[in-house]
């Protein structure tokens, strides 16, 4: 009886520690760089997107006139249309989270100029630029422009409680 016991409280044990293991979609600990691979392999993105390196999205994003320097990111992966779509995608790690918070407004100052750059040009993206996610987590920013948002919150969980 005793070791029926044992195994019940062990085996309850385990069933305990594997729902701890598992992932907080409220309170994410911030963003990774594979954020944007795992949203591409879900079929967030309705073309192949190119990659950009850190100096590119630096100036792209306008990060200096937000007071950050490119010595303040710390790593990045940016994903990017050619120019067919809209859609594209950054992870933003930074050495603090008030640099992550100036980029953070960099980034949705960044997608109200897509938006008023393409009304004209593009107007069956707008749609994909207004449904954007812009999210900041600790020292972590996200940004995403997606064909398919469900998608990209399949691949990034608590992404679908970012607000723009």
């Known amino acids: ?3 029926k016991l044992t195994a019940a409280l062990l085996a309850l044990a385990c069933l305990f520690s594997l729902a701890a ?3 907080n979609d409220a309170d994410p600990a911030g963003y990774t760089l594979e954020a944007l691979d795992l949203m591409a392999k879900e079929g967030a993105f309705s073309e192949e997107l190119e990659s950009l390196d850190g100096d590119t999205a630096f100036a792209l994003y306008k990060l200096a006139d937000y007071g950050l320097s490119r010595e303040d990111l710390a790593d990045c992966a940016v994903l990017r249309s050619a120019g067919a779509t809209c859609e594209e995608g950054a992870v933003l790690l ?3 989270e008030e640099q992550a918070v100036q980029a953070k407004k960099a980034l949705e100052d960044y997608i109200q100029g897509q ?3 393409n009304v004209d040009y593009r107007p069956a993206e707008i749609p994909k630029l207004e449904g954007a996610r812009v ?3 600790g020292s972590t920013v996200l940004m995403v422009v997606a ?3 469900a998608a990209a919150c399949k691949a990034v969980p608590y992404l679908d ?3 723009n």
Request: charged share 25%; net charge positive; glycine share 10%.
């Open 161 to 163: 409680q970012a607000k």
């Open 115 to 117: 938006i008023d750059a």
């Open 135 to 137: 999210s900041q987590v």
């Open 21 to 23: 293991c598992g992932k």
């Open 1 to 3: 009886m005793k070791q």
């Open 94 to 96: 930074w050495q603090t």
């Open 147 to 149: 064909g398919d948002m």
